[in-house]
C-alpha cells in the first residue's frame, strides 16, 4: 500500500507542479487543457497529463470496489485519450480531445459519488466556477481533480 499512496501523492505532485507553473507564468487558464495552446513546448501538456493518470492508475484501480471498477479504469483510459490528442482546437482531434473529456469528468464525478458520497472539492470548484466565469471550466476541473486525488489518498491511506 505504501508503493500506491506514493504513486497517487506523485500524480497529484505532477499536476500541481504543472498547474502551479502555469498559472504563475501566464495565469489562470479557460480550461486546464488550454494550457497545451500557451505553453511555448507542446509536449509538456501530454506528457503531465498521461503521467498523471499513468501513476493513478493502480492506486485508482485497487482502491476501487470490483463491481465500479469500470468508473476507475475509464477515468485513466479518457486521461490517456485527453492527453493523446491535446490539440482540441482542430477539426479531428477536437472531437476526440472533447469526447474524451466529457467521459473523464462524468466518470470522475461517479467515482467521487460512489466512493466517499458527497464530492465537497467539486462543489466548491463549481461555486468558484459560478463567480469567475472567465475561467468556469478550469475551476469545476480543478474541483473535481483534487476532489480526486483527497479521495484517493486517504482511501489508500486507510486501506494501508
Not at 499513468?54 to 476501487?64: F, G, H, I, K, Q
Request: glycine share 4%; with cysteine.
Amino acid at each position: 500500500m505504501i508503493l500506491e499512496l506514493i504513486a497517487v501523492s506523485v500524480s497529484c505532485l505532477i499536476m500541481t507542479l504543472y498547474l502551479t507553473a502555469y498559472i504563475n507564468s501566464l495565469g489562470v487558464p479557460a480550461s486546464i487543457s488550454a494550457t497545451y495552446y500557451k505553453t511555448e513546448k507542446k509536449w509538456i501538456f501530454p506528457t503531465a497529463i498521461s503521467l498523471t493518470g499513468l501513476c493513478a492508475l493502480v492506486p485508482l484501480m485497487n482502491n476501487t470496489p470490483e463491481n465500479y471498477q469500470f468508473v476507475a479504469f475509464f477515468i485513466v483510459a479518457a486521461t490517456l485519450f485527453v492527453a493523446s490528442a491535446p490539440a482540441f482546437r482542430e477539426e479531428m482531434i477536437g472531437k476526440i480531445h472533447a469526447t474524451a473529456a466529457t467521459v473523464l469528468g462524468i466518470c470522475a464525478l461517479a467515482w467521487l459519488i460512489l466512493t466517499t458520497g458527497c464530492p465537497w472539492i467539486a462543489i466548491i470548484g463549481l461555486c468558484i466556477a459560478v463567480l469567475d466565469h472567465k475561467h468556469f471550466l478550469f475551476w469545476v476541473e480543478a474541483g473535481l481533480l483534487y476532489n480526486l486525488f483527497i479521495d484517493l489518498i486517504t482511501i489508500v491511506a486507510l486501506n494501508g
